[in-house]
T-cell receptor, first 113, second 115 residues
Framework: AQSVTQLGSHVSVSEGALVLLRCNYS??????LFWYVQYPNQGLQLLLK??????LVKGINGFEAEFKKSETSFHLTKPSAHMSDAAEYFC???????????FGKGTTLSVSS | DAMVIQNPRYQVTQFGKPVTLSCSQT?????MYWYQQKSSQAPKLLFH???????NEADTPDNFQSRRPNTSFCFLDIRSPGLGDAAMYLC??????????????FGPGTRLTVL
């Protein structure tokens, strides 16, 4: 069975600081991995996805993630946080059947001025 | 703009009173999904439609049903809501279930309150 684990339910950074949100995966087959962002009382928006084409994936809003097979990780980073980045972030892996997204428990990002 | 629309955004129902949540999409996608997201938890897939083919997750309670009358619309019916069914319900679509890399596009969700 596939799963993802997000380390840290809450991350706080100052505006302009580096954002690092951690995600580790477990999969018996090469995984397809996703990062979604959820703003309060809204649905999920795709930030980026890894589909085995390139290990460094660039997404929207200046976010990127690097797939590291040796570490079974897919951490999300952004060089400089903005106040507007404050939201809930979910890492997800898709099932082998290609149907369900299996989400991590989420990480709440707070950005202070 | 092409998008996934959910109505209503907020729904209040009484314990045991049937309720229907609606989702529509203008993306002309083949696949439509319903996820349940309880407070401070990750979304969890309830079921999905691939065209008219209904696929239920093994642990989805019988209390939850779904209908897809056409490509654009999909409904979530909760026959007898309990307090534990209070959650955000998210509808999503994707173009092709056969492609594991296909992006799922989410609607804004319907927050269900059960009194």
């Amino acid at each position: 069975a596939q799963s993802v684990t997000q380390l840290g339910s809450h991350v706080s950074v100052s505006e302009g600081a580096l954002v690092l949100l951690r995600c580790n995966y477990s999969s018996s087959v090469p995984p397809y991995l996703f990062w979604y962002v959820q703003y309060p009382n809204q649905g999920l928006q795709l930030l980026l996805k890894y589909t085995s084409a390139a290990t460094l994936v660039k997404g929207i809003n200046g976010f990127e993630a690097e797939f590291k097979k040796s570490e079974t990780s897919f951490h999300l980073t952004k060089p400089s946080a903005h106040m507007s980045d404050a939201a809930e972030y979910f890492c997800a892996v898709i099932t082998q059947a290609g149907t369900a997204l299996i989400f991590g428990k989420g990480t709440t990002l707070s950005v202070s001025s | 703009d092409a998008m996934v629309i959910q109505n209503p955004r907020y729904q209040v129902t009484q314990f045991g009173k049937p309720v229907t949540l609606s989702c529509s999409q203008t993306l002309n996608h083949n696949v439509m999904y319903w996820y349940q997201q309880k407070s401070s938890q990750a979304p969890k897939l309830l079921f999905h439609y691939y065209d008219k083919d209904f696929n239920n997750e093994a642990d989805t309670p019988d209390n939850f049903q779904s209908r897809r009358p056409n490509t654009s619309f999909c409904f979530l019916d909760i026959r007898s809501p309990g307090l534990g069914d209070a959650a955000m319900y998210l509808c999503a679509t994707s173009g092709n279930r056969a492609s594991s890399t296909d992006t799922q596009y989410f609607g804004p969700g319907t927050r269900l309150t059960v009194l």
